[in-house]
């Protein structure tokens, strides 16, 4: 989707406030959103940030996002950033359909879910996603790459972990394991599926959603070939008119092969 496009969609919200995002095809933050705004029927601007150009270090991207990382969502120019938060906020403007359980319970085991994802899978898969798809950009970026690891707000740390085949071994199966770990939750959950809350589909959904389609693309899938329910979770997701929508071309990635992760 080119920079500046409206995505256009039958939005009985018009004149409500002018939303846009600032995204990334690829990036697994952004699809949340996207996700989140394609569930809900909502119209916004899209602005694509070309994180190979750094744009997402511009001053003026910094201006809205200190963090430096995308996706940014203004409404009226003010900016909605960290995609959960920007997730539970377009639930709780746009209630319908409803994305969070009705009572307070639920949203607290929701929220739960949201800050777990967040901690655990979703900063575990950005090992294998580097192995296998960044290093070698990072690599021709030579002294480039080094500007963006002293100018990045907050990946200075992790970019400095990694070397000139991406991170190492232990580093690497260490968020294997923790992937893993989450499947095995996941898994449990989804007992009393379909979704991760039980009957209806949840911001909790939809945040798990893109870790889950990175493993997909990574060939990680193999990762839960003994746990079924995880399997028709993918595919019910994959299902739902909101995917192709949040997951337009360009947004998926695949690796030839495995051995890239390591
Ligand atoms: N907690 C943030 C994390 C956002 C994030 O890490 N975004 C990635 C793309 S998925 C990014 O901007 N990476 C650029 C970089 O690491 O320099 C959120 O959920 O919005």
Not at 47 to 76: K, Q, S
Not at 123 to 128: F, L, S, T
Not at 196 to 202: A, I, K
Not at 218 to 241: F, H, I, K, N, Q
Request: include cysteine; hydrophobic fraction near 45%.
């Amino acid at each position: 989707m080119p920079a500046g496009e409206t995505v256009e969609r039958e939005d009985a919200l018009a004149g409500l406030p002018e939303l846009v995002l600032f995204h990334a095809a690829h990036s697994t933050c952004s699809q949340k959103v996207r996700l989140c705004l394609a569930e809900k029927n909502l119209a916004y601007t899209s602005r694509i940030l070309a994180i190979r150009r750094n744009e997402h270090l511009d001053p003026a991207y910094l201006a809205i996002n200190p963090n430096g990382v995308i996706p940014t969502l203004t409404v009226n120019g003010e900016s909605v950033i960290d995609s959960s938060v920007i997730c539970e906020y377009l639930d709780e403007v746009y209630p319908l359909p409803n994305l969070s359980p009705p009572d307070a319970m639920g949203r607290a085991r929701m929220r739960a879910w949201l800050r777990y994802l967040e901690e655990v899978p979703t900063a575990a898969i950005r090992i294998p996603s580097i192995n296998a798809l960044f290093v070698g950009l990072m690599n021709e970026l030579g002294e480039g790459w080094e500007d963006v690891r002293r100018r990045t707000p907050l990946r200075g740390e992790l970019y400095a972990k990694v070397g000139p085949q991406g991170f190492g071994r232990a580093e690497t199966e260490a968020s294997l394991q923790r992937l893993r770990a989450t499947l095995d939750r996941v898994d449990a959950a989804l007992q009393n599926g379909p979704w991760l809350l039980g009957p209806s589909f949840s911001l909790a959904d939809i945040v798990l959603a893109p870790t889950l389609v990175r493993m997909e693309d990574l060939g990680l899938d193999a990762m839960w070939s003994d746990l079924p329910r995880v399997a028709s979770w993918l595919r019910r997701l994959a299902e739902r008119p909101s995917f192709a929508i949040a997951y337009f071309p360009g947004s998926r990635v695949t690796v030839a092969t495995t051995d890239q992760l390591i």
